[in-house]
């Protein structure tokens, strides 16, 4: 015994430092499912009830059933109705018993669900809000990996350990009082029969936590390689060049790394579970023969020794279940720490505390002054000591090598990521100074390689402003400043046709999706226009006929184009 405790002592200490999770994950699923919960709490409470009653009824069954056998053949017939209508009785219980666990379970399910998709809006939530340079860290998609694998089921399953728990506790400390009735060291045997298994739960579930945080990496590229095995981007490339086979074996052999080590804490975990209940099971055979002793000394009758072996038995069952529920808990508390991790990430590109208006036109231009920036995970600056300036209303067209920085100019514009050192300025203003919202409202951008929406012509152009709700004639105007309209009218629903292979739609070519981009970016009307490439993919006879009308959008507006094409670049006020 004093090994067992000094095993647990560790364990306490570590599960007590989680205890202040709990009252914030109680928080959190009380705000998304607080009727579910309230009633999903009312059944287990009717549930932790029935069972005393059923055992309390087989006492008053037995002796019943004892007592019509003693007597003769007519009086046993004229007995028959009290043993009968105790039957009837349990069977009653048992049936309420069925039709409680089956409410239990529906509401459980309203609550896993409401709990679910609320957690999944909180991770969407904070995913929207941290910034770019997260997203070029690896920890940041280990945080974000567990995370997701934690919010399915970790906050409703502490809920549910906390009502069984709950509902084995009453239950537990009824059967307590029945066995107290006979022996006051019985409900402690109970508990004691019981701590082996607890500290097999804690250990094993230390283990596993640990084993989950050293292997997110490792399960994060076997999801990886399954991608590149599985989906459309990866196709033309992986068939190609003959990979396939590569990453089949690559993909097994990861998975056998993972899944040797699972199963080996696996079994692990069995032995010393089938080690925690021969302790318990020893306990329980010298109570049996305790009360069998008794039962053979005439002290108690034969129903109250078919109540107390059964009480004895359920009560071992419910203290063992108790104790595990504890640790399952403290298991819960663990991997939800990994989604509390996630959920108190906080961005480091925020609203200044009084944002500088912008005005409503801008009249002196862009200024990029002594500016220098790393890449959070960049080994050399991408920028040093840099110096632009845009006039407004100006076409400024960039032209470099691949690497020198011309697409940063545009991160920088947009915040984001801020400069190390020196501003980015617009109308003499601080980048820093200004609301994020409204600084990225009077911004178009056409990015390098614009994103593929798997939506309606018209949703893929409306995109590009939702908040001011763009109308079908502001939206065909956009496809028509974009050089885009023809595509429209090859589609056989028009403006409503269905792109993108997940949901049946139309795909259509490279150059044609970065002119529904260029739709989208020109659908907003905005002071300041971003493209990164926008004739790259354009054929020479759609990119002579895209320049005029982009020449016509952009005119009065201060205009940034990285371009490798001389073709674009002289058409620039600036190069």
Request: glycine share 8%; charged share 20%.
């Amino acid at each position: 015994m004093r090994n067992i405790l000094r095993e647990l002592k560790p364990k306490v200490h570590e599960a007590v430092a989680h205890l202040p999770l709990l009252p914030r994950a109680l928080r959190l699923v009380w705000t998304a499912a607080g009727r579910w919960t309230l009633a999903w709490a009312g059944l287990l409470l009717l549930q932790a009830v029935l069972p005393v009653a059923i055992v309390l009824l087989t006492r008053e069954f037995v002796d019943s059933v004892v007592a019509v056998v003693g007597t003769d053949v007519d009086a046993s017939l004229q007995n028959t109705r009290a043993p009968l209508l105790l039957a009837a009785a349990m069977a009653a219980l048992l049936l309420v018993a069925e039709f409680v666990r089956a409410l239990a379970q529906w509401a459980r399910v309203g609550q896993s669900e409401m709990v679910s998709d609320h957690i999944r809006g909180l991770i969407h939530e904070r995913a929207a809000a941290v910034d770019m340079g997260f997203y070029d860290s690896p920890g940041y998609f280990d945080i974000l990996h567990r995370a997701r694998q934690d919010a399915q089921n970790r906050p409703i399953a502490l809920i549910e350990n906390l009502g069984t728990l709950a509902q084995g506790g009453v239950t537990l400390i009824a059967m307590s009082a029945v066995l107290a009735a006979y022996s006051w060291w019985l409900p402690l045997v109970l508990l004691l029969s019981a701590v082996p298994a607890l500290v097999v739960v804690l250990q094993f579930i230390v283990r596993q936590h640990r084993w989950r945080m050293m292997r997110t990496t490792e399960q994060r590229r076997s999801v990886y390689v399954e991608r590149m095995l599985s989906t459309r981007e990866a196709f033309a490339e992986v068939r190609l060049y003959g990979l396939a086979a590569h990453f089949r074996d690559l993909f097994q052999r990861l998975r056998a790394k993972l899944r040797g080590e699972r199963l080996d804490l696996a079994r692990s975990e069995a032995w010393a579970r089938i080690w925690a209940g021969f302790s318990g099971l020893l306990l329980l055979g010298g109570s049996l023969v305790w009360m069998l002793r008794d039962a053979l000394r005439g002290s108690i009758t034969l129903g109250e020794l078919a109540m107390f072996g059964q009480a004895f038995a359920q009560g071992q069952k419910l203290a063992r279940t108790s104790l595990e529920n504890v640790g399952q808990i403290y298991a819960n508390l663990l991997f939800l720490g990994n989604l509390f991790e996630f959920l108190d990430l906080e961005p480091g590109i925020v609203d200044p505390p009084e944002p500088t208006p912008l005005p409503p036109r801008i009249d002196r231009g862009l200024v990029f002054r002594d500016v220098t920036f790393t890449y959070p995970i960049g080994s050399r600056p991408a920028l040093v000591d840099f110096n632009l300036d845009v006039p407004a209303g100006a076409t400024v067209a960039l032209l470099g090598r691949n690497g020198a920085g011309k697409s940063t100019l545009f991160k920088l514009l947009l915040r984001f990521y801020d400069p190390e050192s020196g501003t980015v300025e617009i109308d003499g203003i601080d980048l820093r100074h200004l609301s994020l919202a409204e600084l990225r409202r009077r911004i178009s951008v056409l990015f390098q390689v614009p994103l593929c929406f798997s939506a309606t012509v018209g949703e893929n152009v409306a995109y590009g402003d939702l908040l001011d709700n763009p109308d079908s004639n502001r939206i065909r105007a956009a496809l028509r400043a974009a050089g885009a309209d023809d595509i429209v009218g090859r589609c056989s629903e028009g403006v409503d046709t269905m792109l993108g292979p997940w949901f049946g739609g139309t795909e259509l070519s490279l150059g044609e999706w970065q002119r529904l981009a260029l739709s989208r970016a020109f659908l907003r009307d905005a002071d300041i226009v971003l493209l990164d490439e926008p004739t790259s993919s354009m054929d020479s006879w759609a990119e002579a006929e895209w320049l005029g009308r982009f020449l016509a959008h952009v005119a009065h507006r201060s205009t940034l184009v990285i371009t490798h094409r001389l073709t674009t670049a002289r058409h620039a006020d600036v190069i």
